[in-house]
């Protein structure tokens, strides 16, 4: 059973920049494709960004693209999304999880952190 805590959710003025990490327990954490997913309020989830378990391919949806830049650091068994340039439109709660790459580019990974809270204001 793998256990995922994200942080470093927190406000910032558009065109600012966070970094959110997502620390992982309870697996092997070098075995699993990992992602980024958010949901803002009165919409559905959405994926954000998404690492292929090496760390040799990544993955993002086209209006993170040249923003977000996801990473992961296999020895600490932690996972990052630098996020830059951010708009209002941002403004979400951001979920780790984890499972295969197919799974996770499916939106339908087993593991779930809790979530952290981004804000952007205008």
Known sequence: QVQLVESG???VQAGGSLRLSCAAS?????????GWFRQAPG????FV???RWTGGSTY???SVKGRFTISRDNAKNTMFLQMNSLKPEDTAVYY???DSLPTVLRGRPTYWG????????S
Do not use: N, P
């Open 9 to 11: 959710g927190g406000l």
């Open 43 to 46: 919409k559905e989830r959405e």
């Open 96 to 98: 780790c999880a984890a």
């Open 26 to 34: 309870g697996g092997t954490f070098s075995s699993y494709s990992m």
């Open 114 to 121: 809790q979530g952290t809270k981004v804000t952007v204001s």
């Open 49 to 51: 960004a998404a690492i």
């Open 60 to 62: 993002y949806a086209d």
